[in-house]
């Protein structure tokens, strides 16, 4: 009981100040108790689940006026009968190319041999300079999408 009141004032202490998460394995330095402990205790016990962050753009009170002042514009200037017949669109190029984590790109060799022994050919990773791709375009309207 001792062990999970210790967890939980680490986590909820984490609530009231943004910016200051701590891993499993910092509570664990923290606490003292074990890694596989504080894991059991977050999710059993405290019935918490853990999420990732995610990159997103800031909008402050002044981008959120802006966006709503803009809109009511757009949709001011143009008759109820024309934004029916509007269409937006637009296009993604995506490259069919398998991708590749350098870090696991590896060739082996014999232990006696040297790299400048070793075929230029297997040591290079190359890339197609006009490499094949596909494009994905999308059209929505009032009406309905394409």
């Known amino acids: 009981m001792q062990n999970i009141d210790a967890v939980e004032d680490l986590i909820i202490s984490q609530e009231d100040e943004p910016g ?13 108790v074990s890694q596989s402990s504080v894991v059991r205790i977050v999710h059993k016990d ?7 962050r995610r990159r997103a753009q800031e ?16 949709l001011k200037r143009y008759p109820e009968h024309e934004v029916a017949l509007m269409w937006f669109t637009d296009k993604k ?3 069919v190319t398998a991708l590749s984590n350098s870090q696991n790109d590896r060739v082996y060799a014999a232990r006696d041999m040297l790299k400048k022994q070793i075929a230029a050919k297997r ?14 375009s999308v059209g929505v309207s009032k009406l309905g999408c394409t």
């Open 20 to 32: 200051t998460h701590r891993s499993t394995r910092q509570i664990e330095r923290e606490t003292g």
């Open 46 to 52: 405290l019935s918490l689940k853990c999420f990732k």
């Open 59 to 74: 909008l402050t009170a002044s981008n959120r006026l802006a966006r709503l002042v803009r809109s009511r514009q757009l």
């Open 93 to 95: 190029i995506f490259t």
């Open 123 to 136: 040591l290079l990773r190359t890339r197609n300079t006009f490499s094949q791709s596909i494009m994905v």
